[in-house]
C-alpha cells in the first residue's frame, strides 16, 4: 500500500510474524497472500504480519507488482539489518 512500516512501532505487541519475500519467489508471494488471509479472518485478535524483503535487487515497484492486490505490508530491508538484529 505503499505506506512506511517500522518494526519498533510495534513493541507493544506479545507477538509480531516476520517471513521472507522476494518479489520472484512464488512460495513467498502465496505465503503473503495466505497471511494476509489469516489476518482478515481472525481480525484485530491476529498478530502483525510483516514480510521482510532484504534483497538489494528487489525495488518497491517490484515487491507491489508481486504482491498485486494482496493487503501485506512487506519491510524493505536492501542493508540486511533486520536478519542481523534477529541473528
Known sequence: NGRSHELYHLEDHA???LFS??????????AARQLAAM???????APPVLGVNALPGD?????????GETAQPVLMDPSQSIGRSLG
Open 15 to 17: 507477538a509480531v510474524v
Open 21 to 30: 519475500f522476494a518479489a520472484d519467489c512464488t512460495v513467498s508471494i502465496e
Open 59 to 67: 525495488d518497491r515497484s517490484a515487491v507491489a507488482a508481486a504482491l
Open 39 to 45: 489476518r482478515a479472518t481472525m481480525g484485530e485478535s
